[in-house]
């Protein structure tokens, strides 16, 4: 029984090492990498995009208005949340893109609690979100609240 475990084991060792290329390497030919990539995935790196549709491009601007300095967040073309002092505004052009065309794509501006002049922390700034030169969201009559607007 002994031989036979060794035996068997001494095949599989000299299959896999001559199997895996035990031996010489051989260079990649380049030529069928280059001509079996897709068309489309050609196209997708060319233009910089990942193959997701995209509705039309609107201008957006989200406005914090007020006085003092504090802790905004947003979700524009990007979701950050900077000190900042007000009044302050970010502008992008921004267009749904592939399942946000049919459920939406959100656009948020939340004001944190702002220093005020005696070095507290209070709900005092207000914001505004403006779509393509229309406000459509405003915040002046409840100052803290934060500003919301989905589009397609």
Do not use: N
């Amino acid at each position: 029984m002994r031989k036979t475990l060794t035996a068997t084991a001494c095949v599989l060792a000299a299959a896999l090492l001559t199997g895996c290329g035990g031996g010489e390497e051989k260079p990649a030919d380049t030529s069928k990498a280059a001509s079996s990539a897709s068309p489309q995935a050609e196209k997708s790196e060319e233009s910089g995009g990942s193959g997701v549709s995209e509705g039309p491009s609107h201008e957006v601007t989200i406005k914090i208005e007020g006085e003092g300095t504090g802790i905004v967040m947003y979700t524009l073309d990007e979701s950050e949340t900077p000190k900042v002092t007000l009044p302050w505004s970010k502008t992008a052009t921004i267009a749904a893109r592939g399942a946000e065309q049919e459920v939406g794509r959100l656009v948020i501006a939340a004001p944190g609690h702002m220093m005020t002049a005696d070095g507290t922390y209070a709900p005092r700034a207000t914001c505004s979100i403006v779509f393509d030169g229309k406000t459509v969201v405003d915040t002046k009559k409840d100052p803290g609240k934060p500003c919301s607007y989905t589009f397609k």
